[in-house]
């Protein structure tokens, strides 16, 4: 996926806005796609709150996979740790194993339905592209600049906090852009399981066979799947050129 211009970017988070603030404006684009008087805008919610829900969903999740796969990244890339290496691997593996379906499965006779099962669900699937992308910038640091930390007289969590995270975040934030990205498109199953995600949307068009809801709810969240990647990348950029000028100095 590549970054999009400038101003195709704010033309697609104009048109994303204007749409979830007055859908109706737009219904004359969509008509064409419904059948015998069918509608052409969901009109079984509020689009704009569906989104902003589906977008906390994936907030929260993404949070929580952040926290947990970091901190088992630098368990593991510390002397005390290493051998945990294995056995962290395994865990955050879980939500690659079983589909985000058969996690949802599992958990609604436990958690019962709404979000909580799609928020398990979209944490363990966002674990791995995390952890590995922590472990990976942890562990490929210029060895010159690390010496040069150590020399310098800093303690072991100095230069963790100090040197080994800044210049290992450009990596670490590209796992979470993955992570996003992909907790996004997975959000919608979560309606499946009657949590409140623009899934609703796309259901709603397979059940009634009207393509206007299925296109509108597919866009939106193509859309913000796009904008998130792209100013995501943009951010990773920024912090690679900084890092980048401040170890040549």
């Known amino acids: ?17 204007l749409f979830l603030w007055s859908p109706a404006s737009f219904e004359p684009l969509l008509r064409p796609l419904t059948e015998n008087g069918a509608p052409a805008i969901y009109n079984q919610g509020n689009l704009l709150t569906l989104t902003l829900q589906h977008l906390e969903l994936v907030f929260a999740a993404t949070a929580l996979s952040t926290l947990i796969a970091v ?9 005390f740790g290493a051998e945990f290496l294995a056995l962290s691997r395994s865990l955050v593996n879980i ?5 985000p379906v058969a996690v949802l499965a599992l958990s609604v006779p436990a958690l019962g339905f709404g979000w909580k099962p799609t928020f398990v669900a979209l944490f363990l699937y966002g674990l791995l592209p995390i952890f590995e992308n922590t472990l990976t910038g942890l562990t490929t ?10 020399g310098m007289g800093l303690t072991n969590r100095q230069r963790l906090l100090k040197v080994e995270l800044p210049l290992a975040l450009p990596v670490v934030l590209a796992g979470i852009r993955l992570s996003a990205v992909i907790g996004l498109a997975t959000a919608t199953i979560g ?6 995600t623009l899934g609703e949307v796309i259901i709603a068009g397979l059940l009634s066979n009207n393509l206007a809801f299925i296109v509108q709810g597919g866009l939106i969240v193509a859309v913000l799947a796009v904008l998130i990647y792209d100013g995501l990348s943009g951010i990773e950029a920024l912090l690679s050129r900084r890092l980048g000028d401040t170890t040549r100095r």
């Open 141 to 150: 640091l210029p060895p010159a600049v690390t010496e040069a930390a150590r």
């Open 71 to 79: 901190l088992l990244a630098i368990l593991v890339t510390r002397p």
């Open 95 to 99: 939500g690659q194993t079983f589909p």
């Open 191 to 196: 309606s499946t399981v009657a949590a409140r």
């Open 1 to 17: 996926m590549k970054r999009l211009p400038l101003l195709l970017r704010l033309l697609a988070l104009a048109l994303l806005v």
